[in-house]
């Protein structure tokens, strides 16, 4: 029990880090360029997208046998914590779409990783 707890506290400190990252450069370009708010927010979620099919690499390579169902944990754990961050401005479709591409991706990667193995 206590290593799945370090390893998806590995995953959340990736996805801090990294989000943390990308919005310090962000900031600092949009401090010398002005980006509509429309682009703004297209980049954030492209970011945020390819971080769940890196997160989803990740739980694939961590976890083998149950992939699935650590991936239906993680997009559980990530939309609560979506919903209470943005609780005053609820947007469903970012809240879904991020675990949603988690979970695509670890079905999909869990699947050719069977289909290679037999």
Known sequence: MKSYFKIYLKFALFILISFIFIS???AGIISFIHI??????????????????????????????NAIYHSLLCGLIFALVA??????????????SRPFVLITTVIILNYYQRKIDN
């Not at 708010?37 to 739980?59: E, T």
């Open 36 to 65: 509509p708010n429309f682009i703004y927010h297209l980049i954030i979620n492209l970011i945020a997208g390819l971080l769940m099919i890196v997160w989803g690499f990740l739980i694939v390579k961590t976890f083998k046998k």
């Open 24 to 26: 310090i450069i962000l």
């Open 83 to 96: 919903l209470m961050v943005n609780i005053d401005d609820i947007n469903i479709l970012n809240i879904i």
